[in-house]
């Protein structure tokens, strides 16, 4: 079930990362795209504003002064405005309109002044281009009034400067930017050139180039999400056989310290009867060998029932017995066990517990182990003359248990790996014997019977190691 978890986490995560990658890859084209789009418009309205100003050169401001109402039209000043206009117009074919105004004492108002077609105001053609001839063809005369309220660049800026509208706009040549340049007589704007530009198939150039990047950035991104898919794939093969050995190799543990089980409990029973002399007096030394035998079997069988139990975690097949069990007896039994490695390493051990324990139901096997287990690694990790306590409280139908002791501690770098199955910290792996099977076990015998276990430690002053189990007390007058 957990590996279910995980796998459809890193299932997730990685079609997350792609979806992730697939949207700031966008979002970095656009930009791209945009930044490049801005740099050109800015650079052809820059090249636009230098075309009027240079246009602008050509006219004399005099000239221009002469030019005030419809009397000025056929004169050769007016005439001379318009061929200038004409000739600036005809400098590139994009540029659609040419026209010279005049500023007003109202802001908003321009007074025209010539434009390139504008040579005879009476003579009526299709300039617009569009089939028809209608009010669109009709020609201005100079002093027409025109209201600039709606364009900005020639209302506010073009009397200062040479400029360009921000944005094109539509109308019947086209898609059309407006740039203009003032035409100055001693440093008063007495008129304003403007060139209107058709800029419809330079956009389009722009963004003809961005279609071939833009499908290249697609094709790109099928790319990444088709390896990402077959990747995905790949390693959900891999991690199922990996599942599976994993699965197999803990069966195979489970089966082989299954029948290690047996012989190890008769041996450890005939060195009990040889030890009890029931096969003949031994002598001191024999005594001696047939102990040391013993104690080794009883670690054989410890380890042996440890690997077992390592593979029932790992299987999900741990199963908890919870019978009446007196506290106070197996407290005492676990104590009875390490008082004697207590004594030798002269180690200052003081426990805490109540007076009296309620009989409970607990599964008697794990518990101790557990509890055991703890209080062995305290004992083992602290040097000789340290100190090692035991407390013990019970609470509210839970019993909470600290072992302390003032040993090596556990690195910072290891703690977060320290339940793990056959993990042993830095400080300890060749120092000190032990297989790193214990808090493993530990870790899954009390979270099994729905408690908590977890640890304080600082390396080389001392651990403490906390663990809470539920327990249900047995009625008054059952039977234990
Ligand atoms: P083992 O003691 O056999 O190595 P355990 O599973 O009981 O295996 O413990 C795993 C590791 O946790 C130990 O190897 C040791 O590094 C660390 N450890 C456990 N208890 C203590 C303790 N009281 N003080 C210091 N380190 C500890």
Redesign the pocket.
Known sequence: MKKEHSKRGIKFYSYGLLIFCCIITALITYILFSTTRNLLDSSLKRRLSDIATAGALMFDPIQINKIIDRNAVGTNVYKDAIFSLQYIKNVDPNIKYAYLLRPTDDLNHMAFVADSYSLNPDQIADYSQDGIIDEEDALSWPGDIYDVTEIPALRDDALKFSTTDAEPVYDQWGLLISAYAPIKEKGETIAILGLDVEVGNYLRQINRTFVPFAFFVVFLLLLLSILTVFLVQVWQERVDIMQDLDRQKDELLGIVAHQLAKPITAIRWDLESLLDGELGALNAEQKDEARTMRSQAVNLADLVSMILDVSRIQLGKMQFDPRPLELNTLFAEMLDIIKPTIEQKKIHFVSTMPETFPTVYLDKRYTRMTIE??L???V???PEGGNVTLNVAIENGVMSCS?S?T????PKA?QGK?FGKM???S???NT???????????KGAVEGQGGTIR?E?TEGK??T?FITLPMKAVPEGAAT
């Not at 040993?407 to 556990?410: D, E, P, T």
């Not at 000190?432 to 530990?442: C, H, I, S, T």
Request: proline letters at 0%; one cysteine or more; hydrophobic letters at 40%.
């Open positions: 287990n703890l062995t690694n305290a083992k990790y602290t072992i002791d040993g090596c501690g556990i290891d320290i993990y042993r910290a400080n300890v792996v000190v014997d032990g297989n790193g099977f214990g808090l493993y076990v530990a640890f430690s001392g651990t190691f």
